[in-house]
């Protein structure tokens, strides 16, 4: 098991950029396939991306893809959303997520598949 914790949530105006960070504590994340999930007022949660274990794998869902970079820092323990370009209806509470992966190129893209997750941090984005 592993302990996520995120941060780097805010305020920011359309068309700005937020780096968020996830970082991990226990044991190596090198086996932990990890993802970036938000979730809306009133809407259920929605896979943005997901990352293998060695990070030469990455998933995007198709309304970040060339907005949203993820990457990750497995010598820190620590996961990264670069988000670029900022839209009004990117404004979620944003949570990373983990599961015990010993494939370590393979992304998992299944929500359910993932056996732990972080409190969030809230990004606002303003118009």
């Known amino acids: 098991q592993v302990q996520l914790v995120e941060s780097g949530g805010g305020l920011v105006q359309a068309g700005g950029s937020l780096r968020l960070s996830c970082a991990a504590s226990g044991r190596s994340i090198s086996t932990y396939a990890m993802a970036w999930v938000r979730q809306a007022p009133g809407k259920e949660r929605e896979f943005v991306g997901a990352i293998s274990g060695l990070g030469t794998s990455i998933y995007y869902s198709d309304f970040v893809k060339g907005r949203f970079t993820i990457y990750r820092d497995n010598a820190k323990k620590t996961l990264y959303l670069q988000m670029n370009r900022l839209k009004p209806e990117d404004t979620a509470a944003y949570y990373c997520?983990?599961?015990?992966?010993?494939?370590?190129?393979?992304?998992?893209?299944?929500?359910?598949?993932?056996?732990?997750w972080g409190q969030g941090t809230q990004v606002t984005v303003s118009s």
């Open positions: 997520a983990a599961v015990g992966m010993p494939n370590t190129q393979a992304v998992v893209t299944s929500l359910a598949t993932y056996t732990n």
